[in-house]
């Protein structure tokens, strides 16, 4: 084989090693939930609206 398709192979496989550990790393860690919402009303009635289901969805799934 070619000296430099080598380099290049091993270039890839030195780039990519870390993105696969910190994958690893990511699935064993506690999974974290995060929930937006879109501004499209006063800050009261988004709060209004929005409290009664965020308060169903935390006593549904414990988090």
Do not use: C, H
């Not at 994958?23 to 800050?43: L, R, S």
């Amino acid at each position: 084989m070619d000296k430099r398709f080598l380099s290049y192979i091993f270039f890839l496989l030195l780039a990519l090693s870390p993105a696969a550990v910190f994958a690893a790393q990511a699935t064993d860690a506690e999974k974290v939930y995060t929930f937006g919402v879109v501004p499209q009303f006063e800050q009261r009635k988004l709060l209004r609206i929005w409290r009664p289901i965020l308060n169903e969805l935390e006593q549904r799934t414990g988090l």
